[in-house]
């Protein structure tokens, strides 16, 4: 096997662990616990940090990829075409926690504003006011929601 063959070997090792360690947030994010991902995060920084060494190595002389024996680059398009398709799961799956965190945050809001409602007083008219969107209100939410 060619050095460069060696390197493209060395990179799809690194996009096999990659792929699954972003499938396992993937899998954290749809049971809505992002919190649980930090414990994933050396390891993806350290094998994202290897594929762009890998990556930039492999660039320095693109001629060098045609010398690789045709079945290992198309491992290596396979490897690489899973890791845009997973980075795409990724992408969404972290939309989608954020629109349900903006939701019950939104819903939060609300909740509270309907509730403080009651002691804002009386105006002159005898009407209690309802507060406006933009009324500061002060609130203690437990992190553990």
Known sequence: MTD???QVNQLIGTVGPLVDIINREIDLLRSMRPSDIGALQPRKTALIDGYERQIADLGAD????????????DE??????????????NEAALK???????????????AVRDRTADVQGYTDAGVAPRPTADSAISVRLDQRL
Do not use: F, H, S, Y
Request: no cysteine; proline share 5%.
């Open 96 to 110: 989608a926690v954020t629109t349900a965190n903006e939701r019950l945050m939104k819903a939060i809001v609300e």
């Open 4 to 6: 460069t063959g060696a």
């Open 62 to 73: 693109p001629a060098l990829l045609q010398t690789v024996d045709p079945i290992l680059r």
């Open 76 to 89: 290596l398009r396979t490897a690489v075409a899973e890791l845009k398709a997973v980075g795409a799961k």
